[in-house]
């Protein structure tokens, strides 16, 4: 049985290679996959965005510890579906359409998996349709929208308006960040939160599914 | 005093008339115009008409060649987007040095070579014809981290610190050659400033700017003196953390994002330093009104001192209210360092 305390570490100081060892040898030694994920994972993360909130740490360190998570991740998710077992909530992630910066909304994604969500990344330059699309399709509860340039933040506007007129606005929370983005932007576009860093962003996402 | 002969005069450290006024625009000045960003981005001659005439109906003191940060990483053969009504962008999942073993056999264009540089060096030549007697002209490069950045990638590069340093060093490397060949041809034609653009610097600490990042930083400053050129240094972002590296590069200008407290970076850079900056563009320059703007910028300049030259903390937004741009040049216009 594996030193599970080294899992912890391993994605606090990012590595893969570890995280991914110890974490078939402790399924191997039929350690229960939910409490790898909520016991050491989920508070790794925790650990990483707190660093990052203190400039302790800075973007590289919390995509190699992101990087570590997702190794153990990819082999721990699979059997979480298969027995049934439900993520925290669905988010439906991506920067907005014209918009192609995408490390702010990557730092968001990689916190909220780290969080228990199920992270679908729809990548950069998404348009109104593949949020509907994806809303639809794989029922995710949350859509998360990034943008860096006050030129394509209207998009924000007119994916929720897109949302409205689907008539798939009611199944989720719209949460929205970005240099430009400010909480007054997100109440007259009709978001349902807005968050100035990533580690406020997963602090909000849990909200939305609580109030859900 | 002319434009030109107060900012040579601010940067030499003799008296001037007033404040100098160099605010970065690219998107409003293509709306001064009329015409398409993308043309702003493709067509020096768009870009020239939409700088001078911005400079001319606010009073600034010079013109730039700055629109977007792929005109290199073009040139090398990197994909990039180009956009109806923004800037140029680089398409990251097909990063031209995805395969990072392609760089040994990566060629450094020729700036005049026909491809976006030498448009920008058009522009330059240009400006020197139409301004060049009243305003200053400044010229545009990407520093290593932000031109590495667009040739393998941020997020990749992110991860390359750690995963392989003797890679990255060898990128910027790299990096500094392009970048001081294409100063050299912009100061030739006629730049008497070479903006730097280090974007991607504010995104990692202060030890991995300091091993990777401002030793490259410092070649390329170093280079660009040699050269003959002033040095303007702008880093989009939050730089709290590396204020004190960013003032030991030597440059003429450090334009300080609006994160950044400017009286920690006086601090930090001491007495000499010309600091520009740093109202926030968004919340104040464009969302706020003109008596927001007064304050903004009042409060900056007492927390710069002196030497100090009026600027946003990043470009001026598209959609600024001119009355919002006009307080803050009515400052630089109406005030002494």
Known sequence: MPDLKELYEAVVSGNAKATQAIT??????????????????????DEVGRRFEANEYFVPELLISARAMKASLEIIRPILTARGDKPVGRVAI??????LHDIGKNLVASLLEGGGFEVIDLGVNVSPEKFIETVNSRQANIIAMSALLTTTMPSMKTTIDALKQAGVRDKVKVLIGGAPITQKYADEIGADGYSENAVGAVALAKKAVAAA | MTSRERVLAHLEGRPVDRLPLMPITMMFAAVQTGARYRDYCTDYRVLVE????????????????????????ADCGAPVEYFESQPVALIEDQALLA?????????????LGGGRMHNGIKALALFKERVGKDKIIEGWIEGPIAEGADLRGINTLMMDFFDDPPFVHDLFAFVIELELRFAREQLKAGADVIGVGDAAASLVGPDIYHEFV????????????????????????????????????????VDLDSMAPISEARQKMGPHTILLGNLNPVSVLRNGNPADV??????????????FIVGAGCEVPRDTPPENLRALCAYAHTHQP
């Open chain 1, 24 to 45: 078939q040898q402790a399924l191997a030694d039929g350690v229960d996959p939910l409490k790898l994920v909520n016991e050491y994972m989920v508070p790794a993360m």
């Open chain 1, 94 to 99: 991506g920067t907005v359409k014209g918009d």
């Open chain 2, 50 to 73: 939409g700088q001078i005439r911005t400079a001319e109906a606010f009073g600034f003191d010079y013109v730039n060649t700055m629109s977007d940060p792929a005109r290199e990483a």
């Open chain 2, 99 to 111: 395969d990072k073993t392609k760089l040994a056999s990566l060629k450094i264009p020729d700036p």
């Open chain 2, 214 to 253: 401002w030793p490259y930083e410092k070649k390329l400053v170093d280079g660009i003196h040699a050269l003959g050129g002033k040095v303007r240094l702008h880093i989009c972002g939050h730089t709290r953390r590396i204020l004190e590296g960013m003032g030991k590069l030597g440059c003429d200008i």
């Open chain 2, 294 to 307: 007064t304050a903004a910028i009042t409060e900056c300049h007492q927390q710069a001192g002196t030497p």
